[in-house]
């Protein structure tokens, strides 16, 4: 199987982006293929061995779009699409600003010309071009006016018709046949007017001016809008500054970014970016990397800290050592883990895809019989004409397109923004409906780098104990044997053996043979309870400590206990706040941990959470997820993502807290940068407005159409003489998919991060 990604020219609604996705899954050994219309992108899983891209592109291109194959390095390919982009956009915004005004105004004085004569009959009107007096004249200016609309419109006609000879009618096809057929009409009562002078009243060139230079003025501003949806990716993109300063034998240099190579030395000056990653040599300084992680304050860097490319040193200056360049970079992972999430789809947007799909043909068939029907209960020909082309404009299958993915790409962007990682419309939706947090305790809801806090040998001798400790734990690397090891190196006892027959307690301890051939192990009373050591003497120690929501350890030799070593690690600043949040957001908290139940209690108690799952064996994480899903709830699971694989696969949600400095992480859903717990209840918050913004718009888009499309075809006309224009149409779709677009920005306004 393999996964691809494509470019996709020609698309300009939801009907060509179904069509394309319909196209492509006709192929044989097409797993998935989902179109993303406002990235015009396509993400396609096949298997290789029965399909190939020329298949694919060949595919698409037979149904009228174009296709290329995005370069696998999908950073460097999209920091260059969308540097290329941005040039495109400008030069063609230009030629369409130009264009849109031509059109604009042209359609505007044939408007007028045309609804003048009835409005102000008075109007001095010079003979010759005077309806009344000569109409041919009139009608023939009328259609030269058309000319520099249609030219500059002239995009709905050829990707209209174009798609609708593939058999896949779009958008444009609608314009394209409803502008087509009254200019037709319009054309032959110009020819009728010497034998018939009625038929001057029956022109309708202005209505179809209207149409498609109003369908333009609207694709313009949703362009605009739409554009502005993608800002927070195109802003990640342009944080990597152009070139950096090299420091070769005391010399600086400015070399293009692109250049650098792990172990080069850089230098960096006060208000200037970090070009990639990397650590400080030399110098310190404060360093703002808000549009990374989201953490808005400064962070002080200094000799051996990690900095991250895209980063602002706001004050100080720098000596950085290179360690990764291009796709290895944090910001590299970042944008193509965003850039992913925005081209999947998410679940709810699947009937709006269906519907879209045969929307088109469905609206042509509406507009042919409402025609019709009219005719046939004695309607004039004109009067059908009219209900025929107001029904085809007014449709907005674009609405429906956009509805979902602008909401997405705004969402996944905010969250991006404040180090949220969110991996796809589906997760996002998801977390939306959790009902149950499972929070691993150690660097989740704890800083995760415990210290030791007591040290009681059992013959006064601290020195052996500790040593005995060390040897053991320097063989590990559990926060806890962190903690022991670091301590007994202050304390200038260091790992004095090497052992033999190491053996890991998974949620035990270990156990080994020294040089002396001694049994010495360390661990809590599970470890002991398999060894066959009795720990009776101390539980009255262990549990004091456990009640502090400390985590003892028992360290012991050839069945003998040498003493106990406690560590304590301290919650996140914000752990308190962070749980709060949760709850006032109908979720309930609960601790995750191998620890003892005691240790757990205490820790959960001192930053309010009240139920524990304790005594967990790493292996079982993952079946208390099962579990509570088996109980109807949904499951977000939130770890630090490195022993907490299973489990974060197994949750409905997975969620890897603090991954600032490495954000490959394959387990997870949502991708936590900052450490603080706080965040986990804004990316819920976060995911329930996107998804109310998703629904919001696809409301809207369908109660639009299910609306406009009936009044449109005359429904209200026999009872209440409602009639619409065909200009009223192209207003009315223009500005509904702008709506929709607009209403997706809007998110960017709503509070969602904090306490609250
Ligand atoms: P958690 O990630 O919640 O700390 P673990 O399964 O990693 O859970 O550890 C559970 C318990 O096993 C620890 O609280 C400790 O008592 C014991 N333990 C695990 N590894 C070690 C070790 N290297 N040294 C001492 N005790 C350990
Ligand atoms: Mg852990």
Known sequence: MREEIYDIGGMHCAACSSAVERVTKKLPGVSESSVNLPLNRLTISYDEAQTTPEDIINKIERAGFTATVQKPKAEKADINAAEKDDEIIKKQSKSEKTGLVISLVSAGILLVFSMLPMIFPSFPMPDIISLGKNPQNAAIIQM???????????????????????????????????????????????????????????????????????VSLGKYLEAGSSAKTKSAIDGLIKLKPETATLVIDGET????????????????????????????????????????????LPADKKEGDALIGGSILLSGALYMQVKKTGEDTVLAGIIKFVLDAQGKKAPIAKTADKVAGVFVPVVM?????SAVLW?????????ALK??????????????????????????????????????????ELSS????????????????????????????????????????????????????????????????????????????????????????????????????????????????????????VICGRQGEILGVIAVADEPLPDAKEGIEALVALGIKPVLLTGDSEQTALAIAKSVGISDVIAEVLPTE??????????????????????????????????????????????????????????????AVRLGRLTLRGIKQNLFWAFAYNVIGI????????????????????????????LFVVTNALRLKTKRWRGKA
């Open 144 to 214: 030269l006016l058309c000319i520099p609309v249609f030219a500059a419109g002239r995009r709905y006609f050829t990707s209209g018709i174009k798609s609708l000879m593939h058999g896949n009618p779009n958008m444009d096809t609608l314009v394209a046949v409803s502008a087509g057929a009254s200019v037709i009409y319009s054309l032959v009562m110009t020819l009728l007017i010497p034998i018939r002078p009625h038929s001057a009243h029956e022109l309708y060139f202005e209505s179809a001016a209207v149409v498609v230079a109003l």
């Open 433 to 552: 409906k959790i009902s149950v947090a499972l929070l691993d305790k150690t660097g989740t809801v704890t800083k995760g780098e415990p210290a030791v806090t007591d040290v009681r040998s059992v013959n006064d001798n601290e020195k052996e104990l500790l040593s005995a400790a060390a040897s053991l734990e320097i063989l590990s690397d559990h926060p806890i044997a962190k903690a022991i090891t670091e301590y007994s190196k202050k304390r200038g006892i260091a790992a004095e053996q090497t052992l033999t027959n190491v053996k890991m307690h998974e949620g035990g301890g270990i156990s080994a043979i020294s040089e002396t051939g001694e049994a010495l192990y360390i661990g809590n009373d599970r470890l002991y309870r398999e060894l066959g050591i009795d720990t009776e003497k101390y539980i009255k120690l262990l549990d004091k400590l456990r009640a502090e929501g400390k985590t003892p």
């Open 365 to 369: 068939a509406i507009a042919i019989i």
């Open 253 to 296: 240099r400015q070399v293009p970014t692109a250049e650098l190579k792990v172990g080069d030395v850089i230098l960096i000056r006060a208000g200037a970016s970090v070009p990639t990653d990397g650590v400080v040599q030399s110098g310190t300084g404060a360093v703002n990397e808000a549009m990374l992680t989201g953490e808005s």
């Open 621 to 682: 994480k993952a079946e208390h997820v099962i579990r509570l899903k088996e109980k109807g709830e949904t499951v977000l699971m939130v770890g630090d993502g490195i022993n907490d694989a299973p489990a974060l696969i197994s949750a409905d949600l997975g969620c890897a807290i603090g991954a600032g400095s490495d954000i490959a992480i394959d387990s997870a859903d949502i991708i936590l940068m900052r450490r603080e717990l706080i965040s986990v209840a804004e």
């Open 710 to 737: 009936p009044i449109a075809a005359g429904l209200l006309y026999p009872s209440y003489g409602i009639l619409l224009s065909p200009m009223f149409g192209g207003l009315a779709m223009g500005l509904s998919s």
């Open 375 to 383: 005719l046939i209960f004695g309607q004039t020909p004109s009067f």
């Open 387 to 428: 209900i025929f082309t107001t029904v085809l404009v007014i449709a907005c299958p674009c609405a429906m397109g956009l509805a979902t993915p602008t909401a997405i790409i705004v969402g996944t962007g905010m969250g991006a923004n404040a180090g949220i990682l969110i991996r796809s419309g589906e997760a996002l």
